[in-house]
């Protein structure tokens, strides 16, 4: 039984089913309001002129925008790589709008990558990897992410 779940781990995601895939703890559903915090954990932010803020992590693989994240919308630029991704979370609830004109996460959701994440977030196109900074600093994600690797490539 345990070899038949092994392959099945393997070849579910390759036909695109990814239900034994087991989700990042920022995503997990819990009664209390999701509080990521492990020692040594990274957090990035955006903090857009226009006032909104998000915050994210990395988790496995996954760039986790979290809850209580805010995002733009309406900002009349042309978004055609995640316009229906952003449709599709409004759709299901994970972005609401607030009262004062910003959309807000109600739930942490993982984003494939950091670009996504901030398209969403700043409703237009970006590079995610320049877009969000180590929380509390102006290095970039990609600045990060080449210190974590000692710079090779």
Request: hydrophobic share 35%; glycine share 8%; no cysteine.
């Amino acid at each position: 039984m345990e070899q038949f779940l092994a392959n099945l781990k393997v070849i579910l995601p390759v036909v695109g089913l990814e239900m034994l895939k087991p989700q990042p703890q920022a995503v997990r559903r819990t009664d209390k309001p999701v509080e990521v915090r492990t020692s040594g954990e990274v957090r990035f932010e955006i903090r857009h002129k226009s006032g909104v803020s998000a915050e994210a992590v990395e988790e496995d693989g996954e760039f986790i925008v979290l809850e209580g994240s805010e995002a733009l919308t309406g900002t009349g630029y042309v978004q055609q790589s995640y316009g229906s991704l952003k449709r599709k979370l409004i759709h299901d609830g994970v972005l609401l709008q607030s009262d004062d004109g910003k959309l807000r996460f109600e739930k942490p959701f993982p984003f494939s990558s950091p670009s996504a994440a901030s398209a969403v977030v700043l409703d237009r196109n970006s590079n995610g990897r320049v877009e969000w900074k180590v929380k509390d600093s102006k290095q970039s994600y990609h600045d990060w992410q080449e210190s974590q690797r000692g710079g090779e490539y």
